[in-house]
Structures are given as C-alpha cells and as structure tokens.
C-alpha cells in the first residue's frame, strides 16, 4: 500500500495490507510496539486503539523516534479486524494488559470473548500468533477456555517468561507483588466452529434524498428511532444554518457506532437530506437506511 499516513483514517481506506503485518491492539501509552517496530525494522506494525489519547501518545513517538514501520488507527479492534483485513494476512497479534472485565454482566465486553478469538484467527495466517499478557488469572481462564473451544490454536502458556519491554500496566502490576500470565495461540488450522460475526455492509456510493416538506429539525432533538432491527438513531443538537439546518446523528447499526451531522438543506422547493460534509462516515446500508427512512419522516 503507498501513500499511507501513520495515523489511518477508516473512513478512507477500503482494506488495509501490508506484508509482515504485526498489530498490537490496546497498545496505552505506545511503548511495546515503538519497541518491537525498532527490533524489527523489517516488519510492519499497526496499533489499533479506542483512545484518543493514546494515539496522540503514539503518535508523538512515531514521530520523535521517526519510525517508518509503525500506523496507528483509533477504532475498536473488532471493527477493524471486521472490516479492513482480509483472512489469512496477519502474522502476529499482541495483547498487553486488556481490561478484564471481571463482572459477570461485563463479560461480553473482553476482547477474548469468542466472536473476537474467531475472528482474529481468521486473519491469522497458519503459523501466526495471538499473545495475550494479563494479571488476572480469571480473564487467563476465560481465555484459555475460549481458545481451546475454537480449536484452531495451538496453545503455549509461557511461564516466566522476559518480554522485551514492560508496558505501563505491566510495571504497575508487577510493584504490587502480582504474578503476570502470558500465553500465545499459534493458528494451526481453521477454528472448527463456525460463528455468526456481528457485522456492517459498506455500499459504494452515498445518496443525497429529498423531502417534499420541511420538518422542523428541532423536534427531532433529544429522541432515539429504532429504524429496523439492529438500526438505533438517536439525535442531539441541532443548528439553524443559513440554507437550512443540521443535526448531530448517532447511528447504531449492529452495534458500529457511526457519529455525524445530518443536514436539511433548502433547494428550490425540495429540501436535500444527506450527510453534512462536515462529517465523514464509514458508507453503510445502515446509512443509506436512515437516509431513506429519514426523508419520509412524518
Ligand atoms: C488496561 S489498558 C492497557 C494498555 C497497555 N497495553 C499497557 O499494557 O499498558 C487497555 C487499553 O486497551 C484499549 N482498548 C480497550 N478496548 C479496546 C478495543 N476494543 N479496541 C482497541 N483498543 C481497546 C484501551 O483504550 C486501553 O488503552
């Protein structure tokens, strides 16, 4: 791929490929993977991150250290497995310290929860990795368990094991006396189950749509539509403009959570419905849905 800015932005790239891929996903303050990208300097590094902070943290290092190997990408792991990598392209994974979630009404929010390990394996290329390092012997187990139902691993549980750097939660772990666990599941075949992943559908192009009459936009302010099954719109604010109005739109579509201004914008006697070019938004079916459900507003 050429042309690459380090920081990816989602909302322009169709699929994401680099040879000798290694992603660390929830990478913190960035400091494992500037260091593996520097023992490394023959492979290519992606670090996925819900954090703006730690993005900027990351990217302050790119830069400082003047990497070439290592992008960056604010979005959940999921999403991004989902829908910028193809099967069978990924070398190796590395989850430092992820959040255990050690509430049983949390559960399904661990990154090893099973639609995750299936779908990460199957980016995996046969023989690649996923290492997963934690302080919580009960999210260990969990994971352990999740592995062994996908049988797609081998599964190495290291003991004592010297990593090539700590990382900020691994420090703080350690100075309180707690034992770290650290365990690699090498893909060695396809997982045996077949999981029905959670997904969106991207679409080409996006539609502008009319509306015979105008509606007032400030009605809408504060009130959540369910639109069809999985598509939840929920409105904020909205802003008179000179030519017609916005609104802040949260769209959720099969849990993706698309966030953008949706405009009202007088043409003659139509008024144009689309997304404000302020915004720039994944192109979804959900989308495309809301638009359409939208201009026929009662
Ligand atoms: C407990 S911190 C560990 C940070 C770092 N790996 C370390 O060891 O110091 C967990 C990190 O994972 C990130 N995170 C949580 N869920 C995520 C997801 N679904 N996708 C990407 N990053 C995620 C959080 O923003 C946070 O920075």
């Known amino acids: 791929m050429k042309n690459l800015t380090q920081e990816l932005n989602p909302k322009r790239i169709d699929k994401f490929k680099l ?10 303050n960035g400091i494992y993977i500037t260091s593996l990208a520097k023992l ?4 290519n590094f992606l670090g996925i991150e819900i954090s703006g902070e730690s993005i900027k943290k990351l990217s302050k290092r790119i830069k400082n250290e003047n990497l070439k190997n290592v992008y960056c990408v604010k979005m959940d792991a999921y999403w991004f497995f989902y829908l910028f ?5 990924v070398d190796e994974i590395y989850i430092n310290f992820p959040d255990p979630w050690p509430k049983k009404r949390h559960i399904e929010r661990r990154i090893t929860r099973l639609e995750n390990l299936y779908l990460f394996s199957k980016k995996l290329k046969l023989g690649g990795f996923i290492q997963i390092k934690t302080d919580d012997l009960d999210f260990y187990n969990y994971t352990l368990e999740n592995a062994k139902v996908l049988n797609s691993f081998n599964i190495k549980e290291l003991k004592n094991f010297e990593d090539i750097v700590r990382t900020k939660y691994e420090t703080k772990w350690l100075l309180m006396g707690k034992e770290i666990y650290v365990i690699r599941l090498y893909k060695v075949k396809d997982a045996e189950i077949n999981i029905k992943l959670k997904g969106i ?6 539609a502008h749509v009319k509306m015979s009459r105008f509606i007032d936009v400030s009605k809408l302010e504060d009130k959540v539509f369910r639109i069809d099954q999985g598509l939840v719109v929920k409105f904020s604010k909205s802003y008179h403009r000179e030519d017609g109005w916005i609104i802040e739109t949260l769209l959720s579509e099969n849990d993706y959570v698309h966030y953008f201004f949706t405009s009202f914008r007088r043409k003659g006697n139509e008024i144009i419905v689309s997304i404000s070019p302020f915004s720039e938004v994944l192109k979804t079916e959900g989308i495309l849905k809301f638009l359409n459900w939208i201009s026929l507003f009662p």
């Not at 040879?19 to 913190?28: A, S, T, Y």
């Not at 490394?40 to 492979?43: G, V, Y």
């Not at 990598?85 to 392209?89: E, K, R």
């Not at 559908?201 to 996006?206: F, G, H, N, T």
């Open 19 to 28: 040879d000798n891929l290694v992603i660390e996903i929830g990478f913190g």
């Open 40 to 43: 490394f300097p023959n492979k």
């Open 85 to 89: 990598l193809h099967d069978n392209s």
């Open 201 to 206: 559908r991207r679409v080409k192009d996006m």
